[in-house]
């Protein structure tokens, strides 16, 4: 059995930050890809940020030169940097992870953690 737990949501100004982490527990064998997505109310689930094993990271553009998403395999975690905040970065944050968990391999995801940006 895998999880993703989220961490790090809140209530914040506009141009303020918070650091998201997501970490990865249970039969784990090697974490592939992992990201970031978010859902606003009314609107679909849309990727915010991604980063490769190797280290190939992927931004959308609205978050780009604000967001920086990182990852620590020793610890099975990823974490998002963001700075800058809007207040149409308010959404649910959900952690994703393509995880090898030895017998197989499957997407996982965290139940989200809520952000929400407004004075």
């Known amino acids: 059995q895998v999880q993703l737990v989220e961490s790090g949501g809140g209530l914040v100004q506009p141009g303020g930050s918070l650091r998201l982490s997501c970490a990865a527990s249970?039969?784990?064998?090697?974490?592939?890809?992992m990201g970031w997505y978010r859902q606003a109310p009314g609107k679909q689930r849309e990727l915010v940020a991604t980063i490769a094993s190797g280290g190939y990271i992927n931004y959308a553009d609205s978050v780009k030169g604000r967001f920086t998403i990182s990852r620590d395999n020793a610890k099975n975690t990823v974490y998002l940097q963001m700075n800058s905040l809007k207040p149409e970065d308010t959404a649910v944050y959900y952690c994703?992870?393509?995880?090898?968990?030895?017998?197989?391999?499957?997407?996982?995801w965290g139940p989200g953690t809520q952000v929400t940006v407004s004075s």
């Open positions: 249970g039969s784990i064998f090697s974490l592939n890809a």
């Open positions: 994703y992870g393509d995880i090898d968990y030895g017998l197989g391999r499957g997407d996982y």
